[in-house]
C-alpha cells in the first residue's frame, strides 16, 4: 500500500482510519500498517463489508466517524 511510509509519518493530526475486514484493496492489513505509522491515529475495521464502507455499513460508517470527532 505505501510506496514510504515517511509521508504518512509526518501526518500531525489525530486521524481516523476505517476499513472493511474483507476490503480486498486496503483491508485490515494494510491498514493496521498505516495506523502504526500514522501517529495519533485510530483504526476502525467494520465487519461484514468490503472497500465500500460508506456504502455497506452506512451507520457503523457513520457512528465510527461520529465517536472520533466527539
Known sequence: ????TEPAAQIACPTLIISGEHDWL???????????????SRLTVLEDCGHFVDLEAGQACADALR????
Open 26 to 40: 486496503a483491508g485490515p492489513h494494510a491498514t493496521r500498517t498505516m495506523q502504526k505509522v500514522i501517529p495519533n
Open 67 to 70: 465517536d472520533f470527532l466527539q
Open 1 to 4: 500500500l505505501f510506496r514510504s
